[in-house]
């Protein structure tokens, strides 16, 4: 499984021009709380509004039935073929961008310690319950957010959140504590080799994953200037 390590997110200002066949990866700080969650905060309606050309107070962002954002259209011709998912911990906001592909990103602060064999056990499959319990307390817990992270990811994608059924997908985990592949899936979700899923670690104190189901796209990640306002 590929993994977007901090030095692939190149500075740079926004927007990008993204191609067809490419999915952009943005990772932005300062947005926080429900309105960054929604894809409705003052950092995402920018980056949103320069791919669009258009002002922020323009980017109308519309929340499906499990709370999963996405352009509505009705405003701009051409907008719904921009598909976006927005995820925020820890002070780090990552956001992805593509044309005409569902996708889902998720990223998670490895600063604060969580009871990992116990939603392990909860949320997960046997086997990866299991693998987790073989490493010692400090590999788990950055093994259980790895983890963890892909599977968000690809139900953010579905755009159906976590009521989907983490334990309906299964990750092979290598020695290291590393998920190396996507390798049970429930058939409502596709088949696993529909699904692409990238790993990634975007600072030093970040886990994340970014998933979608369809044809194989170029990644490009990048990390927001200083002065990108």
């Known amino acids: ?25 943005w990772l932005l700080a300062g947005d926080s709380g429900p309105d960054a969650l929604r894809g409705d905060g ?6 949103l509004a320069a791919y669009l050309g258009c002002a922020p107070d323009a ?5 499906g039935e499990h709370g999963k954002p996405f352009l509505d259209g009705r405003f701009l011709a051409g907008a719904r073929a921009f598909d976006f ?7 780090a906001l990552l956001v992805a961008i593509a044309r005409g592909q ?24 046997a086997d990866e319950a299991a693998a987790l319990a073989s490493f010692d307390e400090p590999q788990q817990q950055t093994a259980f957010l790895r983890l963890w992270s892909c599977k968000e990811a690809i139900v953010k994608a579905l ?14 985990i290598d020695a290291s504590g590393d998920p190396v592949e996507l390798s049970v899936i429930h058939a409502s979700a596709g088949a696993v080799e529909d699904w692409h899923v990238v790993r990634l670690a975007p600072t030093s104190a970040h886990v994340g994953a970014l998933a979608w189901r369809g044809p194989a796209r170029r990644v490009r ?6 002065d990108w306002t």
Do not use: C, K, W, Y
């Open 221 to 226: 990640a990048f990390a927001a200037a200083p």
């Open 159 to 172: 755009g159906i959140g976590i009521g989907f059924g983490l334990a309906r997908m299964q990750f092979g």
């Open 1 to 25: 499984m590929r993994l977007l390590s901090a030095s692939d997110f190149t500075p740079t200002r926004f927007p990008v021009a993204l191609g067809d066949d490419e999915i952009h990866l």
């Open 59 to 63: 980017v109308d962002v519309a929340i």
């Open 42 to 47: 003052p950092h995402v309606r920018g980056l």
């Open 102 to 125: 569902e996708l889902g990103v998720d990223i998670e602060t490895q600063r604060r310690r969580r009871p990992v064999l116990e939603l392990a056990r909860r949320f997960f499959a």
């Open 85 to 91: 998912n927005v995820s925020h911990s820890g002070g």
